[in-house]
Structure formats: structure tokens, C-alpha cells
């Protein structure tokens, strides 16, 4: 099953109550809270208005000194630089964090964005930088509890801490990002309902979690029974499937509007306002996928620190596995949505290049930058069924296209050979441009396929040997896969089962810092 994505989804941003924002005093003593919208719109507005008004004063200069009667010889005008750079680009969904289980692909988090010229402010901001971290024994004046309780207590105390920071983040997000793009024309409603998709629906949800977990706290400030609470309230998660899917053209959607000067520059200054703890749009919109993983390690937490005659021993296993198959079937939907995402992304230069088994793949196994052995930079996608190579580019409206590269090889006729480090590129195979002018290899692998036509064997070079490794130990996957679908296929052609549980390799990244074992345990 593929899941389609909507291009014309409309978001409405409804009022939250409960929206965390910092807290000031008036001259009488009361609490109130500082909106921090008017004074970034006012900055933007300054900002556009000193632009307007610099050409003005620059027309009217030229007007003023330009001779009336008198030949003068003509000067060539110097370009100035001040609204000809562009912000560095960024590269295209290079996905949900720098490891390999932050994301759905092969990417990595977007680059800090370019830095700006210092400015001098009137008033500084109160909005904190970092979060107060605080544990629940810092609630508590004393208490009696064993150890094991005091760490459940805890962990409870964290889960519930969580639901109300995600809270107040995803209420920044639209209170920050969302209205005031849309108030300045920024974007238009249209392109902010496809980067934002559904969050505004994710707030009440987590409210309603947030409200029934404080429900459970005693006079002593302490939770008995916690599991029946969430075995309930989890299969309201199941709304995370249709906002996991469209992170994947959301992505792509924002960083081909991050070129446009009037978004970069709103974007900055967010980044720039410690209201935003030093996070880019795109951190918040990955909160929501981020909190959804970690619910399965802290009911595993809870589990450890629960005694064997508390009652919370007959819910919680079934809790666990609730949330688990949840996260799976988000895993399995969003790779899908992916793998249709970047198949429909695909430009072939030949018509022998469309392989059945593209458009048969229902999910990537991962994808990223390679180098061929000329040294340049390719886009590699290992689909379910078949290996792509591709070189990135840009279509009419910016938006980014792959260009095929070569034949696509099929995975079940992939010979995968692993070329050790620091061996000699015998016959030019390995340029100069690949090792630094050497004639040593290194972090290279080779691959190859006979069969249909002719011979075809590419020889990649990683970026790094962790990249190498993970690359190889996908390939070896999918080629053990396709060979075993093949060979089930021709026994049995009215039935084909594939193993769930590698669905969730589409969440790999190449520069991720999480180990591959966090992702083979949900």
C-alpha cells in the first residue's frame, strides 16, 4: 500500500489554551505573559522598511548629483554585494538528524543557518535558552520510598514532563512560525499547510494525555497506577501516520523555500531569538516523530522499575506492545510515503533505465551520497528491489530532481564486493580526486550485475567508513531479500510475504550517531 501526498492540504490554527510562553511581571505584581510575535514582526518589518528606504535615498542620490547639460563619460556601475548573495544552499532532504535512526533516509539534520551581522537591541529577551531540566524528587520536600520506586517515580515524572514541553513547543511553532509567515505573505496558506501538514491536530492530543497523567498524581505528589491510563490513551497515535508522511515533501517543500531571501531571512531570525534554544523550523517539526519513538523506552523503564506485585504488572506488557506496533506501522507508512516520494523525483534519460522493479519497491532501504570512481558526487537509492544512482538537480520551479545515472542495477543480481583499505587503484579506477592524490582506496566497495543485457559494475567510495559499512550491510540485506522473494515467487506465485521487521531500515541514516540496535528493537 502507497500513501499518496496531498499537495493542497490547508491547515487551521486554532487557539491552545495553556500556550507556554515567558512570564514577566506588570507594575502590579501579576504574571504576564510576553508574546514574542510583535517583536519579531516589528524587526522584520524595520528590516524591510530600512531596505526600502536605503534604495529610495539611493535614487534620489543618483537623481541629484546626475549633471543636467554637461558630457560626462559613462562609468560602469559596481554591483554591490548587499542583496546579491544568496544563503548558502541547502542540501536536499538530507533528513531527520545526523545518525542512522534519526530519519527516514539516509540524511541528516539541515546546516545551521548562514551567520548574520551583529545588531544592536533595545531590549533584551527574556525568553530562557535552555530548559530547566528538574527531576521529581526536586518536588517532593521528603518521602519514604525504596530506591526502585523513587526511579519509577521519576520516569513517570520525565513521561509527564515530556507531554508538557512538546506542548509548549508545538504551540510556539505556531504561534513563532506559522501566523506571522502567514500574516507578512512570507508563504502563502497553501505551502505552510504542506510544511506544517497536521501538527496543530497533535496538541490536543498530547493535552489530553498531559491532563489524565496529572489526574494520577496523589496528595504526595507520587503515581500508583500509570498503565491502564496509557494502554488507553495510545491508540490516538495512530494520527501519526498521516503527519510522518507528509514530513517527507514537507522537508523537501522547505528547504526549496529556504533560497527565497524574505524566508531565509524570517528563518534567521527566529534562529537568532533565544526563544528558539538555537533550533531551526525544522528541529520543532521533528519533535512530534521524536517523542512518538521515545515512548517505547520509557515504558520499558517503568516496566524495570515496577515491582512483581504492583498492579501496573498486567497492563504494562500489554502497553509495551501496543506502542511498539504503533511506531511500526509508522515506520512502515512513512517508508512507503518515501519511497513513493522519491520515485516520483526520479528523471530517467533512457527508457531502458525504468525498471518494473522501481516502480514495484515499496520501501528504501536507505539512500545517500556516494562518489563514483571519477570522483563525482552521486545520489544513491537502494529501493526494496533495485539500486538507482542518480545525479541530483533542479526542475523549472527549484525543486529538486535525480537524474538517473547509468543502468539500475536489480537487487537479486547485485554482486557485492567490499574492496579493503589502502589498496592500490590498479588501472585508474580510483582517481586522485577520491583519495587525496594517492593511488590508495579507501572506504570503497564495488558493485556489479550481469544478467539482461550486458555487465554493469560501479565502483562507490563512502563518505567514511561508518557510511561504508552501513551501506554494505544494506545491500547484503536486500540482496538476500529480493533473492529469497524471487525464489518464493517461482514456488509459489499467488503468495509473497516479506519480513515487516526490515521496514524500518528506511529510517536509516548514514551520519547518524545511533546505533542500528535502537532501530532492530521496536
Not at 126 to 153: G, M, Y
Not at 180 to 195: A, N, R, V, W, Y
Not at 499 to 519: F, G, K, Q, R, V
Request: glycine residues 6%.
Amino acid at each position: 500500500m502507497e500513501v499518496e501526498e496531498t499537495g493542497d492540504k490547508r491547515t487551521s490554527w486554532s487557539a491552545v489554551p495553556g500556550e507556554a510562553n515567558s512570564v514577566l511581571c506588570d507594575h502590579a505584581g501579576k504574571k504576564r505573559k510576553q508574546d514574542p510575535v510583535p517583536e519579531l514582526v516589528n524587526r522584520i518589518v524595520e528590516d524591510e522598511e530600512e531596505e526600502d528606504d536605503g534604495e529610495i535615498m539611493s535614487d534620489i542620490n543618483k537623481d541629484s548629483e546626475e549633471p543636467s547639460n554637461k558630457r560626462v563619460k559613462p562609468v560602469a556601475k559596481s554591483n554591490s554585494l548587499t542583496g546579491v548573495l544568496t544563503p548558502v544552499k541547502t542540501p536536499a532532504l538530507k533528513r531527520i538528524g545526523q545518525s542512522i535512526s534519526r530519519s527516514i533516509s539516509f540524511r541528516t539534520d539541515a546546516r545551521p543557518l548562514p551567520p548574520a551581522p551583529l545588531r544592536s537591541r533595545t531590549k533584551a529577551s527574556s525568553f530562557p535558552r535552555r530548559r530547566n531540566s528538574q527531576c521529581w524528587s526536586d518536588t517532593v520536600e521528603s518521602h519514604d520510598l525504596t530506591a526502585k520506586e523513587i526511579k519509577r517515580q521519576e520516569v513517570i515524572y520525565e513521561l509527564t514532563q515530556g507531554e508538557r514541553q512538546l506542548i509548549e513547543d508545538l504551540s510556539l511553532v505556531k504561534k513563532v512560525y506559522y501566523e506571522p509567515m502567514l500574516k507578512l505573505d512570507i508563504m502563502t496558506e497553501s505551502e505552510l499547510g504542506q510544511i506544517f501538514g497536521t501538527l496543530d491536530s497533535l496538541i490536543p492530543l498530547h493535552q489530553d494525555l498531559l491532563t489524565r497523567l496529572e489526574r494520577l498524581r496523589g496528595s504526595e505528589k507520587t503515581v500508583g497506577e500509570v498503565g491502564p491510563t496509557l494502554l488507553n490513551w495510545f491508540p490516538c497515535l495512530e494520527a501519526y501516520v498521516t503527519y510522518c508522511c507528509n514530513q517527507v515533501g514537507a522537508k523537501a517543500l522547505l528547504d526549496q523555500k529556504k533560497h527565497e531571501k524574505r524566508v531565509e531571512h524570517f528563518l534567521r531570525l527566529c534562529q537568532e531569538s533565544s526563544f528558539s534554544r538555537k533550533l531551526d523550523l525544522w528541529n520543532f517539526l521533528d519533535l512530534p516523530r521524536s517523542r512518538l519513538v521515545k515512548y517505547p523506552l520509557l515504558l520499558k523503564e517503568i516496566q524495570k522499575c515496577t515491582p512483581p506485585d504492583h498492579p501496573d504488572e498486567d497492563t504494562l506488557p500489554d502497553a509495551l506492545e501496543l506502542i511498539q506496533s504503533i511506531v511500526a506501522e509508522v515506520n512502515k507508512k512513512t517508508g512507503e510515503a518515501e519511497c513513493q516520494f522519491y520515485r516520483r523525483g526520479l528523471s530517467y534519460l533512457e527508457e531502458s533505465q525504468r525498471l518494473p522493479e522501481i516502480q514495484q519497491s515499496r520501501f528504501l532501504y536507505c539512500h545517500g551520497e556516494l562518489k563514483n570512481n571519477k570522483g563525482q558526487r552521486l545520489h544513491v537509492f537502494l529501493f526494496e528491489l533495485v539500486l538507482v544512482l542518480s545525479r541530483p538537480g533542479e526542475d523549472k520551479d527549484g525543486g529538486e530532481v535525480f537524474h538517473v545515472y547509468r543502468q539500475p542495477l536489480p537487487n537479486a543480481l547485485i554482486n557485492l564486493e567490499e574492496i579493503p583499505d589502502g589498496e592500490a587503484a590498479g588501472g585508474g579506477t580510483f582517481r586522485g580526486a577520491f583519495t587525496g592524490g594517492n593511488d590508495k582506496v579507501k572506504n570503497c566497495f564495488r558493485v556489479s550485475s550481469r544478467g539482461r543485457a550486458k555487465a554493469h559494475s560501479y565502483s562507490l567510495q563512502a563518505n567514511d567508513s561508518f557510511s561504508k559499512q552501513q551501506w554494505i550491510t544494506c545491500l547484503r540485506q536486500a540482496i538476500v531479500q529480493s533473492r529469497d522473494r524471487n525464489a518464493h515467487t517461482s514456488q509459489s506465485p499467488l503468495s509473497t510475504h516479506h519480513d515487516p521487521a526490515l521496514y524500518h531500515i528506511a529510517e536509516l541514516s548514514l551520519s547518524s550517531d545511533t546505533e542500528m540496535a535502537d532501530h532492530t528493537c521496536r
